[in-house]
């Protein structure tokens, strides 16, 4: 059985105890960033919020998700550009930063992406919180960015046909395409005045996130490919953001001492 086939299958049986086990501790270190969950690490300095290339993401463990056509809903697709895509997030207690990075051969006005994160205690399915069997649905957060427009658009959806954007837009993004490579970075407070609307972010929680891409090259008569709901998208996974250091303990010991 693959690595990843094994990290799911502990995942499902022991839920999140499972995910905290894996990152938290040493030997599954590398299996669990690759697979199951991005890990936002905590900075002492400014987080780089329009700098996809900036010398500090490389302090930021990388992490790997399949990416496949959207078959949920109508205008389905069989095939995308897009296999996977690599993600880092870093933080700085205030603000939050992912980026995103994925291959591509060519830089097209419609080249898009997005993340997709789960809003309150309800259970929703990655297709925009669709309700469905044995998922209730609700509220998704989605953050997007196109190349054309070059910004972010804060968006908001409980269901099939319901996305909109949000009247306060609190994310922004900025994407560099070098080399055959987009990198993407969407970046926004880890809390805001929104919480029925937009995900809140908590410092060591875990938390579920999608990924969604388009490729925007045209057809032979000047079609998109993939467009809307034709685009490629991965399951849920987990986002964490570390938490702050925990010195009460040294704390306690020199009080005792």
């Known amino acids: 059985m693959k690595p990843a086939n094994r990290i799911m299958k502990r995942v499902l049986r022991d839920g999140t105890a499972a995910i905290a086990a894996m990152i938290i501790g040493g030997a599954s270190l590398g299996y669990a960033q690759e697979s199951v969950s991005v890990r936002a690490t905590l900075l002492t300095g400014a987080v780089p919020v329009d700098d996809p290339s900036a010398a500090v993401w490389s302090s930021a463990p990388p992490a790997t998700f399949p990416m496949s056509p959207q078959v949920h809903w109508q205008n389905r697709i069989q095939e995308v550009t897009v296999k996977d895509v690599s993600v880092r997030a870093l933080h700085d207690g205030t603000q939050v930063a992912v980026l995103v990075e994925y291959a591509d051969p060519t830089q097209d006005p419609d080249d898009a992406a997005a993340l997709e994160f789960m809003v309150g205690d309800k259970k929703a399915h990655f297709a925009h919180g669709q309700p469905m069997l044995q998922v209730e649905g609700g509220p998704v957060n989605i953050w997007f960015w196109k190349n054309k427009t070059g910004k972010a658009i804060d968006m908001s959806a409980k269901g099939f046909g319901t996305l ?37 972010i908590t410092a060591g929680q875990f938390m579920s996130i999608s990924f969604a891409v388009w490729d925007g090259r045209k057809d032979a008569v000047g079609e998109l490919v993939e467009k809307g709901s034709q685009k490629a998208v991965s399951s849920w996974w987990y986002f964490r953001a570390d938490a702050p250091p925990d010195y009460s303990g040294y704390m306690y010991a020199a009080i005792a001492a």
């Open 164 to 200: 909109k954007p949000q009247e306060h837009q609190d994310v922004t993004a900025k994407g560099v395409y070098s080399n055959g490579t987009w990198k993407v970075v969407f970046s926004r407070k880890l809390l805001t005045g929104h919480a029925d609307e937009d995900v809140q």
